[in-house]
């Protein structure tokens, strides 16, 4: 699975932007911003082993994928959830659930949701934001 990401010239410096990972960073050239990009979603997800790959998709795009879906979607889950400034409980109240654990499970990359669970927990979370992932080989 792969995210959508942008890359500009902003005067002296390439700007990246990952919209589905609310996540921004730069670098002097776009070599250097494509591996600061790779470094922010391995440093945000946290996890020993998880490898971000940056895929150039075109002169001002890119998409970013990883070794492990799970460990991606967790962090796309919580990213998201963060954005809308809420917590698990309401994120779970929001999927009909009692317990925050329901959603829990997901961000937390304990249960790898199938698409259609995928894109109802973000409807739940993010019902305004568009992520825009693809499958790739």
């Known amino acids: 699975m792969r995210f959508e990401g942008r890359i500009t010239k902003d005067g002296k410096f390439w700007m990246v932007e990952i919209p589905a990972f609310d996540a921004l960073t730069q670098g002097r050239t776009k070599r250097e911003a494509h591996e600061m990009a790779k470094d922010l979603i391995e440093t945000m997800a946290g996890k020993p082993g998880f490898e971000v790959t940056v895929y ?23 990213r998201q959830r963060e954005r809308q400034g809420m917590t698990l409980s309401q994120a779970a109240e929001r999927l009909g659930q009692t317990s925050k654990n329901a959603y829990a499970r997901y961000e937390q990359g ?5 698409i259609e669970k995928l894109e109802q927990l973000l409807k739940a979370i993010a019902p305004d934001q568009k992520i825009v992932w693809r499958f790739a080989a």
Request: glycine share 10%; net charge positive.
């Open 110 to 114: 304990r249960a790898m949701p199938s």
């Open 56 to 78: 150039p998709a075109g002169r001002d795009a890119f998409e970013i994928g990883a070794n492990s879906t799970g460990i991606l979607l967790a962090l796309l889950l919580r």
